[in-house]
């Protein structure tokens, strides 16, 4: 047990957390508004393989990005409709989102290359600026830029919900809706506001897994990363710092099963060591206790035309 | 969240066909968005299900699993709890029966084949029984525990196939082969193979209909799926019926992943399952809680399945666009509201102008 090897260890916990932190952050404002979403997985899967498609036809993996960000706001905009406009259920919707952008995109993938997997395409891995660094340049350029994006994203989204006026509506929609629109909030703007920022920015963590972590998109890739943000953001208490931990503790057992699988230790079957960090995230949901804060969540709340 | 909110009236039966109609327009567009003809890869897809025996019959083996996936999401949500986790337990109850299939040895089929599935219902149950446990104890989100279930699920069937329980003279990595005695008999011989698991499915639906009309704890099952805070107030324990319509929704769903590997393919391997356990979700949703009107869904999506490899050969539309459909069925059905919304207003506005006259 080196210095090195805590590095290294650090390094992939940083790596492996980043894309349950950014959708976290993403279901933040979305569950803040009232809206559950169980469609984070679909969202992500949807950016993920947006991102490679536009890195693979223009050669320019920011631009990827963008497309990634494009192909989350369109999963988002989905459930926003069906749970803002249409009064649907949440749970359901979500499932939908999920199984629909899983079923899209590997219909896509086998459509235009022919295989569940893509070809490389230009990717984000190392960040070139920050290797110039003296002694931690080493370090720090390692890492993707969609890494420091989303810690960016974090500190922009801490003062937005505690610090704007914005922030503030967004925390009374999630408790009581029927009061905000008596002091002439318009409920439904502020809940389309909270669910596009989430398929926005679950849409960067699904480009993060596909050109930040690798330079590929694969079908199953997601493999329930979005639903381990959903428990970060639970076990969070719906705050960045919160959620930062969650998502940090959540990468951690990941990065442990990774190291573990490289370093062949020997009697553990792989497949079982995969099982690690769904365990504790099944683990950590269950530590959670007392109700949640935020009493609309998962209600409906119709527009006066379109009750019968 | 009250799934019951979805129990679709007789009289609504439009919503389900129209629902259904624009799932096929929305995953019509990416065929076409493939520079495909939807029409020809739709009858194609017709053609390869219905339009010949063997067609006809891998239709009805397909559904097989499907049906019982969906009386496993009918049953949890009578007891107001949506078990989304049936792919999971389908496959851990396929399991069972493998073990049981394999390791039980020298027994006449008569007691083989309901020993393997009994094995198959406990293995579903078994893992149903974690979540449930977590529902009751800690009252946590059982969504998204189900849906991890379903990644642990796929992780340990690869450590079964892959590792502990691998043959060693496989093609394709599998288990060893079950007894000859623990496999289903047939009611169509070869080629068609058509065992006698399609019984089992109407015994079932028809047993789990009974139980919701006719006794005592299918009533406050279902009472618990109406309105949980009436019940608790009748004094019915919430807990309890919510606990055990998810063990028996496991069971079911485990049942239908061990008749699965019982009646059609004697080992267990990896992709057994295409996603029979997410078929059931829409199906259950859309047949308003009915075991038997369930199964003719079951049988539209094992057309869907059959049909899908014959429109790949024809056309060259992968056979992933049945994904594609299930999961914009699934969104229109979260829409509903709003179609049962724009219907309603269609009979209000012909009132309206009656009244006018």
């Given at each position: 047990m080196t210095l090195g090897f805590f590095v290294v260890l650090l390094l992939s916990v940083i790596r492996l957390s980043t894309p349950m932190f950014i959708a976290g952050l993403g279901n933040m404002y979305c569950e803040r508004v009232g809206?559950?979403?169980?469609?984070?997985?679909?969202?992500?899967?949807?950016?993920?393989?947006?991102?490679?498609?536009?890195?693979?036809?223009?050669?320019?993996?920011?631009?990827?990005?963008?497309?990634?960000?494009?192909?989350?706001?369109?999963?988002?905009?989905?459930?926003?409709l069906i749970c803002v406009e249409f009064g649907g259920l949440h749970a359901i919707s979500g499932l939908g989102i999920t199984m629909l952008f899983n079923g899209v995109t590997k219909?896509?993938?086998?459509?235009?290359?022919?295989?569940?997997?893509?070809?490389?395409?230009?990717?984000?891995?190392?960040?070139?600026?920050?290797?110039?660094?003296?002694?931690?340049?080493?370090?720090?350029?390692?890492?993707?830029?969609?890494?420091?994006?989303?810690?960016?994203?974090?500190?922009?989204?801490?003062?937005?919900?505690f610090r704007t006026p914005y922030g503030l509506r967004v925390q009374m929609v999630g408790d009581d809706p029927r009061t905000v629109e008596t002091a002439g909030i318009d409920v439904w703007k502020m809940r389309y506001s909270g669910v596009l920022i989430c398929g926005l920015l679950c849409g960067i963590a699904g480009a993060y897994m596909s050109l930040g972590q690798l330079d590929r998109f694969f079908e199953g890739m997601i493999a329930g990363k979005g639903m381990l943000a959903v428990i970060a953001v639970k076990m969070g208490k719906w705050e960045p710092k919160g959620i930062l931990g969650t998502a940090l503790l959540l990468g951690f057992f990941d990065a442990v099963q990774l190291q573990l699988q490289i370093n062949g230790v020997i009697g553990i079957p792989p497949e079982m060591l995969q099982l690690l960090p769904y365990v504790a995230g099944i683990a950590v949901l269950s530590m959670q206790t007392g109700a949640t804060r935020l009493s609309a969540l998962d209600s409906q709340y119709l527009r006066n035309k379109y009750k019968f | 969240m009250n799934l019951n909110s979805f129990k679709l009236r007789l009289k609504d039966a439009l919503v389900p066909l129209i629902l259904i109609f624009i799932a096929f327009l929305f995953s019509a567009v990416w065929i076409s968005f493939m520079g495909k003809s939807p029409l020809e890869a739709y009858s194609a897809l017709f053609a390869g299900a219905f339009g010949?025996?063997?067609?006809?019959?891998?239709?009805?083996?397909?559904?097989?699993p499907i049906a019982f996936a969906s009386f496993a999401v009918i049953v949890s949500t009578k007891a107001n709890v949506f078990n989304i986790g049936a792919e999971g337990q389908l496959a851990m109850g396929a399991f069972g029966a493998t073990m049981a299939g394999i390791f039980l040895k020298g027994l006449p089929a008569a007691i083989h084949i309901p020993a393997a599935i009994l094995a198959a219902a406990l293995g579903g149950m078994a893992f149903a029984l974690i979540p449930a446990l977590l529902r009751v104890k800690r009252g946590i989100n059982l969504l998204v525990v189900l849906l991890l279930m379903n990644n642990i699920a796929r992780f340990l069937l690869q450590f079964f196939v892959l590792d502990a329980f691998a043959s060693d003279n496989a093609l394709v990595p599998s288990t060893d082969r079950i007894m000859e005695s623990a496999r289903l008999p047939y009611l169509i011989g070869p080629p068609y193979r058509l065992t006698i698991a399609i019984l089992i499915v109407l015994a079932v639906a028809i047993i789990l209909e009974l139980f919701f009309r006719r006794s005592t704890a299918g009533y406050e099952m279902r009472a618990v799926g109406l309105s949980p805070e009436a019940a608790r107030y009748a004094g019915i324990d919430i807990n309890r019926y919510m606990l055990l319509g998810l063990l028996l929704s496991g069971a079911l769903a485990g049942v239908g992943g061990g008749l699965e590997i019982l009646g059609n393919h004697h080992r267990l391997y990896i992709d057994f399952s295409p996603g029979y356990g997410y078929d059931g979700i829409p199906i259950a949703l859309l047949s308003g809680g009915s075991p038997l009107i369930s199964i003719l869904g079951s049988l539209l999506f094992g057309a869907l399945r059959t049909g899908s490899l014959t429109m790949q050969a024809k056309v060259g539309i992968s056979d992933e666009i049945i994904s594609v459909i299930q999961g914009s069925l699934i969104l229109c059905i979260a829409a509903n509201y709003f179609v049962k919304y724009l219907l309603n207003r269609r009979r209000a506005d012909k009132k309206g102008k009656e009244a006018a006259k």
């Open positions: 809206i559950l979403n169980l469609g984070a997985e679909g969202m992500m899967v949807s950016g993920a393989f947006a991102a490679v498609l536009g890195s693979y036809y223009t050669g320019n993996p920011w631009i990827g990005v963008l497309c990634g960000m494009v192909g989350g706001l369109v999963a988002g905009a989905i459930h926003a219909f896509l993938c086998l459509s235009i290359f022919g295989s569940t997997f893509t070809p490389n395409v230009a990717a984000l891995q190392t960040t070139k600026i920050l290797q110039g660094l003296p002694v931690l340049g080493k370090y720090l350029g390692a890492l993707s830029p969609l890494v420091y994006l989303g810690g960016l994203i974090a500190v922009i989204s801490y003062f937005v919900i | 010949s025996t063997s067609g006809i019959v891998n239709t009805i083996k397909k559904s097989v």
